[in-house]
């Protein structure tokens, strides 16, 4: 199941890589339902979850028929998410919250109930990463439990998201629900993908010639890094904020998480450079 759900990952992000240089070369709007910034989007963000989700899976304490259970539904979820926001840009239709016919209808369902079906199983790997797994170093396993926190929070933000639009929809206000259904995005995207940074961290830091101690306060420096950029761009999206308008105590804290991030990557480029030397 590791090897399908590698491959099926990798196809994800040509398709996305595919559509993103179609929408450079063509010139097309960045904007919108319609665009085909979506597709780019989905492919590439679900294939590098999908692979990430795979990888990480290998570090849980789950059994064999488990394990290929879960990831086998969710990269049945992630290919059907994919797959049908293509569809629909491709036909000149919105994906989500389109009701407009029969068929755009169980779409926009389908799409709403492979979310469902993300953050059940999201919601079972996080669990059995709280498992004790004396098999797995303890740096890896705190970064694989907070990377599954902050995954968590990212797929419900991504349900709210859909819950609102879809209330929009049947509220009869569709150009409402495509205008305001995504405003949550910058939360969701900052906190999807601490699932691959924190525990690719740690997984380098685990060929250095290092105390276990001392990787694991390395993980949690470059943690509470991430948790303070996650935090500021949260904050600044929910009181609709840019970036450059925040004030000076914000920008203190999401430069000081920044600086930690860069920090702690400089320690494992050069712990892993020493090894090599």
Known sequence: MERAGYAVGALLVV????????????????????????????????GVTLITIVWVGSFLRLSDRSRAILLGAFTVACVLETALVTLQAWRGVPSHFNLETTFDGLVARTLAAGGVALVAIILVLTFAAFRHNPTVPTSLRIAIQIGFISLVGAVVVGALMIAKGMTLVFAGRPQEAYATGGTLKPIHAVTMHAILVLPALAWLLSFANWSERRRIVVVLVGAAGYALVAGVVSAANVLGLDVQDLSSAPLLLLALGTLSLIAVSFLTVGALAGIRR
């Open 15 to 46: 398709s996305g890589l595919i559509h993103l240089a179609i929408l450079v070369v063509g010139g097309g709007s960045w904007e919108g339902p319609l665009s085909l910034r979506k597709p780019a989007t989905f492919g590439l963000s679900f």
